[in-house]
């Protein structure tokens, strides 16, 4: 177990291991993605209050679920590299960061998108939405330091001591905003509230949707991982030989 | 042993503060900055007593927030530059504690006297005393927060030329909390709501950026250093 482990925690290796899984995840992404997109748009049926305008959750919930997922996914990997000091963990934990950050620009763009037409404002000083921007923030940060290293191993080290900081505060900064929120004012947005009698007919299909984010999430991480490993062994005769072969 | 590390912490702190009593723009400035930018606020949104004093608060906690965040690029910079950083990891005594010690001597030199003048700011404000005295005590209980969050992101751009801007990207986000609570708890006391509960969560980030953000920060300046 340990000796596969260390065998794949190789660059050369996990560059094959990868390219192998890339097509178990891409082939799912587009087929979920499709389905999930004809049902949550054309099969599922309006709603009675909001009617065709809260078909943004299908894309706007998985992508905010993913935007808390890849910085869980992104600390692991950065405090894997800390652990074992394994480049492959390296590159996932950087890899992470432009996906995280994509997500949650995605969730807070639909989400302004929808409160347009439902609050009436494109943006509401909401315990959600601010926590979800002191979050992109924090990917931002992250993907700075990271581009302000030259060396890219001190850059992964500093990294990553940078995102398990990050977890620690994440939900020290929900809470405190949530908290915030309601010392601050009385809650005047409660439209998220009526979503816990959520219809089959529109469970089913979110639930596919955020599948399919998953496997998106997967399948750019694993094409964000061999690009970064073909850039980090660029001098050696493997890269080469697979330049050539490309 | 314990004896021997009391007595390098001790040295530590002298050095620092011998230093910083022979530089001394290195921590006036983040002050004058500090009263400068809150009489900034008054200037650009007009004297109105009434608009002044319901965000004042808010104003002197941002500012404090910034001054703070002014004074990080210095706290590690010159220790590492001439060397003395590297020979502090060296040392046969805990690095986390002798990055408390630093971290003590910023609070002493840039937290506290924030606290000392922010009685004047809140004069500036129309603030009321008893406002001015809860401020004092989210400041006295939320600066230490500051300084120990911040030497975090000091340590991780300590080797880089051009650090500063890039500290304030990685720190802000994690002052958020102090932000809310600190301003939220004079806002709450002008108004005259129980502020026990915001003052306790102030004290528990202490409590928590106390034991873990030394740790942190002498991991990120063991990396830095390389």
């Known amino acids: ?246 | 042993m314990i004896n021997s590390s009391q007595h390098a912490l001790k040295t530590l702190l002298w050095r620092d503060f011998t230093l910083a009593a022979r530089n001394k723009s290195e921590w006036l400035n983040p002050l004058l900055f500090f009263v400068f930018a809150a009489v900034l606020f008054p200037l650009g949104i007009g004297p109105d007593t009434v608009i002044l004093k319901q965000i004042a608060p808010g104003i002197i906690w941002v500012v404090a927030l910034l001054a703070a965040l002014l004074s990080l690029d210095t706290m590690f910079r010159a220790d590492y530059e001439d060397g003395s950083l590297e020979q502090l990891t060296l040392s046969p005594y805990p690095f986390g504690m002798l990055v408390l010690g630093k971290i003590a001597v910023h609070w002493l030199l840039t937290g506290l006297p924030l606290i000392l003048l922010s009685p004047l700011l809140a004069t500036f404000f129309h603030l009321d005393f008893d406002a001015t005295l809860i401020l004092m005590q989210t400041l006295l209980l939320g600066t230490p927060v500051l300084s120990l969050v911040g030497a975090i992101g000091s340590a991780l751009t300590v080797g880089l030329k051009r650090g500063s801007m890039l500290i304030s990207l990685l720190v802000l986000p994690l002052y958020v909390p102090v932000l809310i609570f600190g301003a939220n708890a004079v806002a709450a006391s002008t108004v005259g709501l129980d502020i026990s509960g915001h003052l306790m969560l102030i004290a528990a980030l202490l409590a928590l950026a106390l034991t873990l953000a030394p740790l942190a920060t002498a991991a990120a300046l063991r990396a830095s250093i390389g």
Not at chain 1, 194 to 214: R, V
Not at chain 1, 229 to 237: F, Q, V
Request: charged letters at 15%; one cysteine or more; glycine letters at 4%.
């Open chain 1, 1 to 246: 177990m340990l000796q596969t482990i260390t065998k794949l925690a190789s660059l050369r290796n996990f560059y094959f291991f990868c390219g192998k899984l890339l097509p178990w995840f891409a082939w799912p992404t587009l087929i979920l993605m499709l389905v999930g997109l004809y049902w949550g748009l054309v099969e599922a049926p309006a709603d009675y209050q909001q009617k065709d305008s809260y078909r943004i959750i299908f894309v706007h919930v998985p992508a905010a679920w993913m935007s808390l997922f890849v910085y869980m996914v992104m600390a692991v990997s950065a405090a894997a590299s800390l652990i074992w000091k394994t480049k492959a963990s390296e590159v996932v934990a950087n890899s992470c960061a432009p996906i995280g950050a994509a997500f949650t620009f995605l969730a807070l763009a639909t989400g302004s998108l929808w409160g347009k037409p439902m609050w009436g404002t494109w943006w509401e000083w909401d315990a959600r939405l601010t926590s979800e921007l002191v979050l992109l923030f924090l990917y931002l940060g992250y993907m700075a330091l990271q581009s302000a290293f030259e060396d890219k191993r001190t850059a992964a080290r500093a990294t990553a001591i940078l995102a398990i900081v990050g977890v620690v505060n994440i939900p020290i900064i929900h809470y405190s905003v949530e908290w915030w929120f309601t010392l601050h004012q009385g809650p005047t947005v409660q439209v998220m509230q009526d979503k816990q009698a959520m219809d089959k007919s529109m469970l089913i299909p979110l639930m596919i949707m955020a599948t399919a984010f998953k496997f998106y999430f997967a399948t750019v991480l694993l094409m964000r991982s061999r690009n970064e490993i073909l850039e980090r062994e660029s001098h050696t005769k493997w890269v080469q030989e697979e330049r050539e072969r490309l």
